[in-house]
């Protein structure tokens, strides 16, 4: 009987041990992740500066060797790919002025029409009345007490109310 005994709780501190191994095999698998992520991304970091290099090198021999007509056509066409880009940009910031200049009271409207988008964001956060979340008076409804005119009620609104009757005589 006692060996039995001593079986069963051997079988349970293993199965305890078996779930911290678990836990730390699965944490050196995600600080193993977390270390091939970071260094993916610094990877990546540098493979766009080396990039950002060798297009400065490459328009700096065009330069030298006086090649304007083709690092002029590529600047061009740089530009051409980007403008789309650009008017919808210059069109989200204007259409995000104007709603920010709407909430804004029309005399000061003029003063803050050529000001940055970030300065309309602060100045129509801080002119607006900050809305509480509570109301600051709490008023309540009082009606007649369902105590005073429970004798004349039917059996049907008594038991309807009965919770209502049993409160307002214990709060007598």
């Known amino acids: 009987m006692s060996e039995e005994t001593k079986v069963s709780n051997e079988t349970?501190?293993?199965?305890?041990?078996e779930n911290v191994t678990q836990e730390v095999a699965q944490n050196e698998y995600i600080a193993e992740s977390k270390k091939y992520r970071k260094r993916a991304?610094?990877?990546?970091?540098q493979l766009a500066e080396i990039k950002k290099q060798l297009q400065d090198?490459?328009?700096a021999k065009l330069k030298e060797k006086e090649e304007f007509k083709t690092l002029a056509e590529k600047f061009?066409?740089?530009?051409?790919?980007?403008?789309?880009?650009?008017?919808?940009?210059?069109?989200?910031?204007?259409?995000?002025?104007?709603?920010?200049?709407?909430?804004?009271?029309e005399e000061q409207r003029e003063q803050f029409k050529n000001k940055d988008l970030d300065v309309?964001?602060?100045?129509?956060?801080?002119?607006?009345?900050?809305a509480t979340s509570e109301?600051?008076?709490?008023?309540?409804?009082?009606?007649?007490?369902?105590?005073?005119?429970?004798?004349?009620?039917?059996?049907?609104?008594?038991?309807?109310?009965?919770?209502?009757?049993?409160?307002?005589?214990?709060k007598k």
């Open 76 to 105: 061009e066409a740089e530009v051409q790919s980007l403008s789309p880009y650009k008017e919808k940009y210059e069109s989200i910031v204007n259409q995000r002025k104007e709603v920010l200049l709407s909430a804004l009271p």
């Open 120 to 130: 309309l964001e602060f100045m129509v956060s801080q002119l607006k009345p900050k």
């Open 41 to 45: 991304q610094e990877a990546e970091f």
């Open 57 to 59: 090198q490459e328009n």
């Open 12 to 17: 349970v501190v293993d199965s305890g041990t």
């Open 135 to 170: 109301p600051s008076v709490r008023a309540t409804v009082k009606g007649k007490s369902i105590s005073d005119e429970w004798h004349k009620m039917s059996n049907k609104d008594k038991e309807r109310n009965w919770k209502d009757i049993v409160k307002s005589f214990a």
